[in-house]
């Protein structure tokens, strides 16, 4: 996913703007409780039966797809490292860090919808998915609609860009 592009247009009038505030939540923030609660990502299962192994680096995904949704869940979560390694290095720019930290907490997940699949599955390297994410934007509500690319990197899936 690509989020940065709203980061241009955001001035800083904020509370919770990076600059003034604790950034990169990590993992041990997330409350146990929500280990039980459904996962982020839509799949009507638990969090702790979906992506939280792979947020915990217990596991890997297997396909692009739960990939894609593990990053939706690590969005939601604010769980900026998860991004960073997920992301493919091709496109990891050096700056990755700090603009995520500048944008990950303007943003409130609401909804995924994947709407279409394309490779990307145990036995594969390359990997598409469409999706929409409705979410808010410092209170505003905001739909991104995006075709990313997934692509192996020494063996894991790793988020390559949203030009699919
Ligand atoms: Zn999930």
């Known amino acids: 996913m690509d989020f940065l592009a709203h980061g241009k247009r955001w001035n800083c009038n904020r509370r919770r703007c990076f600059q003034h505030s604790p950034v990169s939540e990590t993992f041990e923030k997330i409350p146990k409780e929500r280990h039980l609660s459904l996962c982020p990502c839509k799949s009507k299962k638990s969090y702790q039966d979906c992506c939280l192994p792979f947020h915990q680096n217990k596991a890997l995904p297997k396909t692009a797809e739960a ?36 944008t990950i907490h303007h943003t409130d997940w609401k909804f995924l919808t994947i709407v279409s699949v394309s490779k990307g599955q145990k036995d594969e390297n390359r990997g598409k998915v469409e999706f929409i994410a409705d979410y808010y934007w410092d209170g505003e509500v905001q739909q991104l609609h995006e075709h990313s690319r997934f692509r192996r990197y020494k063996g894991k899936w790793k988020y390559y860009d949203n030009k699919g």
């Open 67 to 102: 990939l894609m949704r593990s990053r939706y869940s690590a969005f939601f979560f604010r769980l900026v490292d998860y991004l960073i390694e997920t992301t493919h290095p091709d496109n990891r720019s050096q700056n990755l860090k700090r603009e995520l930290e500048g």
